[in-house]
Nanobody
Framework: RFSCRASGGGLVQPGGSLRLSCVRS????????MGWYRQAPGNQREFVAA???????AFADSVKGRFTISRDNAENTMYLQMNSLRPEDTAVYYC???????????????WGKGTLVTVSS
């Protein structure tokens, strides 16, 4: 059964850094995108960053220049390196995997449980 799991959240001071990880398990036929969304208290879930199968990346304007996304295919792991963190980055971060389990199955998105990032002095 396919799943993904996020980790690496915690408390960090403004200006600090954190690296989030998302590990996927289970076989898939096609990987389209892996990425991150976040949800702050009282807000809707918003897009943060994504990386495509071939490695093309995309970022929300609010994190451009501060966050990077990468993937280790051998370890089935995706990373979100977050630098110059701000209090407004405080949120629960969720990873997702856009994939197809078998060549004939429907394309689907699997979500991991979130990991909390708190930026505060």
């Amino acid at each position: 059964r396919f799943s993904c799991r996020a980790s690496g959240g915690g408390l960090v001071q403004p200006g600090g850094s954190l690296r989030l990880s998302c590990v996927r398990s289970g076989s898939i036929a096609s990987l389209y995108y892996m990425g991150w969304y976040r949800q702050a208290p009282g807000n809707q879930r918003e897009f943060v960053a994504a990386i495509s199968g071939p490695g093309t990346t995309a970022f929300a304007d609010s994190v451009k220049g501060r966050f990077t996304i990468s993937r280790d295919n051998a370890e089935n792991t995706m990373y979100l390196q977050m630098n110059s963190l701000r209090p407004e980055d405080t949120a629960v971060y969720y990873c997702y995997v856009d994939h197809r389990r078998t060549p004939r199955s429907q394309r689907e998105t699997s979500w991991g449980k979130g990991t909390l990032v708190t930026v505060s002095s």
